[in-house]
């Protein structure tokens, strides 16, 4: 063996709690994880959306009572609970759209170096936080 080429470290017996936490994950690898939660999110959430899109258009009186949701709350969730899980949901569908875009953009074009696919996960990661916060501040009333 030569200097230049260095034996990787064998791991045979990984402890989650000692070795896991010291692990960083590649952007891509964020992304990824994030795209399978973010997908999870919304299946699981399907209901309210369904229920918010039928309070939204069924008749002026439903819609008062959907914006009434976001001020007094549904039940006893109070309001900004539902703020805090509408926007849950913003960024759910926008990670996702926007991580899936990356995807079938990278199986249609076979870019599939290192190098683009830490920059497009970075590009993925700030345009799904950074329209989440634009759309976040619409919701809490901040413009």
């Keep these: 063996m030569t200097e230049l080429s260095k034996k990787r470290p064998e791991f045979r017996n990984i402890n989650a709690l000692q070795d896991l936490p010291t692990y960083r994950?590649?952007?891509?690898?964020?992304?990824?994880?994030?795209?399978?939660?973010?997908g999870l999110l919304m299946f699981f959430l399907l209901p309210l959306v369904v229920w918010l899109f039928d309070a939204s258009l069924s008749s002026e009186?439903?819609?008062?009572?959907?914006?009434a949701a976001f001020d007094s709350g549904i039940g006893f969730v109070p309001g900004v609970l539902v703020k805090l899980v509408v926007l849950a949901l913003i960024w759910g569908y926008l990670h996702h759209f926007i991580a899936g875009v990356r995807h079938l953009y990278m199986d249609m074009t076979h870019s599939?170096?290192?190098?683009?696919?830490?920059?497009s996960a970075q590009v993925t990661l700030v345009l799904s936080l950074g329209l989440t916060v634009v759309l976040g501040a619409k919701l809490f009333g901040l413009y």
């Design 25 to 38: 994950l590649p952007a891509a690898g964020w992304v990824s994880i994030l795209h399978r939660i973010s």
């Design 112 to 119: 599939v170096t290192k190098e683009f696919g830490k920059s």
């Design 61 to 67: 009186l439903s819609y008062e009572r959907f914006t």
